[in-house]
């Protein structure tokens, strides 16, 4: 009985957290910085301290085509690999990202480390990342009316190391995570001829969700995403997902000020998951585009378990 009682009270807490950190967002009118969808289905995406939280290898790629049909607008690509070590308390993972807007490319590769304590029904995980970002800008592929513009010429690189830190608490059914990705905020961008830094923003995320039996065929699973930007107002996002026999999962999210989202995953076999969403834009930029386009595959094996049992087994909520 105290188990349930405790187990309620946990679920309680995170539906409050969810609803509070919708209430803070509500008042955003902006969008920040290119964000994908799908983040729940892959937590490292946001916070190094998900790296192997599964108890089992996880690996993920996914491609965001944001803003179709408006010339130079973002692409996003990820890939993600991590899994727990043989003692289940220490996991390693990586991060490989690759975005591009307009003439600028940034290519992000990260290592990413977490240890699991025990806590209660469910495990506190704290997590740091490493790697560095390089920024190219190829300013030759512009249609320019000065070509003796020096700043909008040649082309620009920038390589910049930095690193990041977060903690995640997740039982069977519910998870609580905060995380500062990149810590460091100069950049120092050069070329034959200046050196240039650059003071960018610090970004901090914030999210919950937890899962609601309905029968046993149909599962519920609300949560939210707190994003902050130095200089920039709070945004958020609010999501609701409907798993249907843990095969099939159907989600809608509100981006504050930004657009509607449906999304769905698929599960295929016993490792591989597809999953898909589409962004409908509400901001201004709705008069120019159709919307954004997102892919995911995800591939996921128990690398521990006997040779006939390497399948994952499932479900898997986040």
Not at 53 to 67: K, M, P, V
Not at 123 to 139: D, M
Not at 145 to 169: A, E, Q
């Amino acid at each position: 009985m105290y188990k349930l009682a405790n187990l309620a009270e946990t679920r309680t807490k995170i539906l409050s957290l969810i609803f509070l950190l919708w209430l803070f967002s509500f008042s955003v009118f902006a969008q920040q910085k290119p964000v994908i969808s799908q983040y729940m289905f892959n937590g490292l995406v946001l916070n190094p301290a998900y790296t192997g939280t599964n108890g089992h290898f996880s690996a993920t790629a996914l491609y965001r085509d944001q803003w179709v049909n408006l010339n130079g607008a973002p692409t996003i690509s990820t890939f993600t690999a991590h899994g727990p070590i043989k003692n289940k308390r220490i996991s390693l993972g990586m991060m490989v990202t690759n975005d591009k807007v307009g003439v600028h490319s940034d290519l992000g590769v990260y290592a990413t480390y977490a240890y699991h304590i025990p806590l209660n029904n469910g495990k506190i995980s704290l997590g740091l990342q490493a790697g560095f970002n390089n920024l190219q800008s190829n300013f030759s592929e512009l249609n320019i009316r000065d070509i003796d513009d020096p700043f909008l010429t040649g082309s620009l690189s920038s390589l910049k190391m930095n690193f990041g830190t977060g903690v995640y608490y997740h039982s069977q059914r519910s998870y609580v995570g905060i995380s500062i990705p990149y810590i460091r905020r100069k950049r120092v961008i050069k070329d034959a001829t200046y050196i240039r830094e650059m003071d960018e923003s610090r970004n901090y995320y914030v999210n919950a969700g937890t899962v609601i039996d309905i029968n046993h065929r149909v599962k519920v699973k609300p949560s939210a995403l707190l994003r902050l930007e130095n200089g920039m107002p709070v945004a958020g996002d609010l999501n609701v997902n409907v798993y249907l026999d843990d095969v099939l999962n159907l989600g809608a999210s509100y981006r504050s000020g930004d657009s509607f989202i449906s999304l769905f995953e698929i599960k295929l076999n016993d490792f591989l998951r597809l999953g898909y969403a589409y962004d409908w834009v509400i901001s201004d930029l709705a008069a120019y585009t159709k919307g954004s386009h997102e892919f995911m595959l995800n591939y996921r094996i128990d690398f521990f378990a006997p040779r006939k049992h390497k399948m994952c087994p499932g479900p898997f909520y986040f």
